[in-house]
T-cell receptor, first 114, second 115 residues
Framework: AQTVTQSQPEMSVQEAETVTLSCTYD???????LFWYKQPPSRQMILVIR??????QNATENRFSVNFQKAAKSFSLKISDSQLGDAAMYFC???????????FGKGTKLTVNP | DADVTQTPRNRITKTGKRIMLECSQT?????MYWYRQDPGLGLRLIYY???????NKGEISDGYSVSRQAQAKFSLSLESAIPNQTALYFC??????????????FGPGTRLTVL
């Protein structure tokens, strides 16, 4: 079964600095997608970034970028120029192509210090 | 306006009561999902529907039922609520075609407390 592991339960970063959140996953499939979702205190689950496994280029969305290492099954999220509004739980998630099942990691709580 | 809405946003009920959580979407997506989130357990899939005539159980469907009234509406029912169904419930949608298939978009969540 596919699993997603986030080894950092909590992280903190100073405002304007850069932080990297780690995620590893386990799958034997070749067609899959990886995601980072953000859950602020408002509890909304917000899509941050998406990566297709067949694309070698790392996805970026403004201040958010990923380091996708397919062979190592690693998918880390880098947040540059951290802002107070980035404080949230961050969930890494995996889905196999065509599957209904979105597998989540247990999350990393990010604190941004002013 | 939000693309995926859930009602109610918060609900407190008593053991044994029937309760319905509703989800509506304006994204035009075919696929809809219900998840529950518990502290330390992440999100777990309860039911999913790939179109109006297609309903499937997820990993934790016991004690729940669903109804897909239209492409845009997907309701979750607890026939006889019990305290361990206290959780945060999310509806999500995804597109069966297009550029971001396999990407699920979530509603704002419903906080349910069963006393």
């Amino acid at each position: 079964a596919q699993t997603v592991t986030q080894s950092q339960p909590e992280m903190s970063v100073q405002e304007a600095e850069t932080v990297t959140l780690s995620c590893t996953y386990d799958t034997s499939e070749s067609d899959y997608y990886l995601f980072w979702y953000k859950q602020p205190p408002s509890r909304q689950m917000i899509l941050v970034i998406r990566q297709e496994a067949y694309k070698q280029q790392n996805a970026t969305e403004n201040r958010f970028s990923v380091n996708f290492q397919k062979a190592a099954k690693s998918f880390s999220l880098k947040i540059s120029d951290s802002q107070l509004g980035d404080a949230a739980m961050y969930f890494c998630a995996y889905t196999q192509g065509g599957s209904e099942k979105l597998v989540f990691g247990k999350g990393t709580k990010l604190t941004v210090n002013p | 306006d939000a693309d995926v809405t859930q009602t109610p946003r918060n609900r407190i009920t008593k053991t044994g009561k029937r309760i319905m959580l509703e989800c509506s979407q304006t994204k035009g997506h075919d696929r809809m999902y219900w998840y529950r989130q518990d502290p330390g357990l992440g999100l777990r899939l309860i039911y999913y529907s790939f179109d109006v005539k297609d309903i499937n159980k997820g990993e934790i469907s016991d004690g729940y039922s669903v109804s897909r009234q239209a492409q845009a509406k997907f309701s979750l029912s607890l026939e006889s609520a019990i305290p361990n169904q206290t959780a945060l419930y999310f509806c999500a949608t995804s597109d069966a075609a297009g550029g971001d298939t396999d990407t699920q978009y979530f509603g704002p969540g419903t906080r349910l407390t069963v006393l």
